[in-house]
């Protein structure tokens, strides 16, 4: 079975950087075909689609959001990260690291609250 884990501080300060790191079990982000991706929800909002890192290593970022956020993997502990720079209270949001398989989201890890707040 794959399992995916969000990890994160919870509280950020406006104009900091949000760092998340998704942990994989059962699976190798290495592994075709499959995309590893952070999607967000804010709250009262539906999701939001943040970007991914495929197999191969190659990332795709959301137009809206490319400027600020970067998206990166260690193989070695089987872990891909999530960067969110200059972050405001919009960003509040709980965030996600779903596994994408073909064209679905088939594995979810439980999401984790981060709220932008001085």
């Known amino acids: 079975q794959v399992q995916l884990q969000e990890s994160c501080p919870g509280l950020v300060k406006p104009s900091q950087t949000l760092s998340l790191i998704c942990t994989v079990s059962?699976?190798?982000?290495?592994?075709?075909?499959?995309?590893w991706s952070w999607v967000r929800q804010p709250p009262g909002k539906g999701l939001e689609w943040i970007g991914y890192?495929?197999?191969?290593?190659?990332?795709y970022i959301s137009p809206s959001l490319k400027s600020r956020t970067s998206i990166s993997r260690d193989t070695a502990k089987n872990e891909f990260t999530l960067q969110l720079r200059s972050v405001t209270p919009e960003d509040t949001a709980v965030y996600y690291c779903?596994?994408?398989?073909?064209?679905?989201?088939?594995?979810w890890g439980r999401g984790t609250q981060v709220t932008v707040s001085s």
């Open positions: 779903p596994r994408v398989s073909r064209t679905s989201y088939d594995y």
């Open positions: 890192v495929q197999f191969s290593g190659d990332t």
């Open positions: 059962g699976s190798s982000i290495t592994t075709n075909p499959y995309q």
